[in-house]
């Protein structure tokens, strides 16, 4: 049994940590719905996103998931500096891994937005149905749906 089953099977979650001890994301498995929550928090550097979705894709694995639930509500400023890497290494293993849906509750911030309407346009190659949303209820009522359509 690795580390993160472990911290999964106490807790159902994981938090990351920046250098600072600013816990900048939580990745959450959510039994009931059997889908993956992750809420990202604050400014996010570029090396602190690679490794969050690193993870995320990481527990997709290990908890043989196909839907994920993507909280931006708190993020601060830009990070469009990522979007290459996501686009090029990231969206590809997550198609691999069986990644179906995605649902994306959008952050108040107008760079955040932006840098997701970035990823968005760029993103093209996915085997996944991604839909954004203004309100997590909102987010969490479509994969839902989706999921009792399957």
Do not use: C
Not at 58 to 66: A, C, F
Not at 118 to 139: G, R
């Amino acid at each position: 049994m690795n580390n993160l089953q472990i911290i999964l099977e106490k807790t159902n979650s994981i938090e990351l940590k920046n250098e600072g001890g600013y816990v900048y994301l939580v990745i959450e498995v959510d039994k009931k719905n059997n889908w993956l929550h992750y809420k990202w928090r604050g400014f996010l550097l570029t090396e602190e996103l690679k490794i969050g979705y690193n993870k995320i894709l990481e527990v997709l694995e290990q908890e043989k998931l196909d839907t994920a639930l993507a909280d931006h509500a708190n993020i601060v400023g830009p990070w469009n500096e990522a979007n290459e890497w996501l686009v090029a290494e990231w969206t590809p293993r997550a198609n691999k891994l069986g990644l179906r849906n995605l649902a994306i509750n959008t952050a108040g911030d107008l760079f955040s937005n932006i840098s997701l309407e970035l990823f968005l346009i760029n993103n093209k190659n996915t085997n996944y149905t991604t839909q954004v949303f203004d309100t997590l209820e909102d987010a969490k009522n479509w994969l839902k749906k989706i999921k009792n359509a399957n």
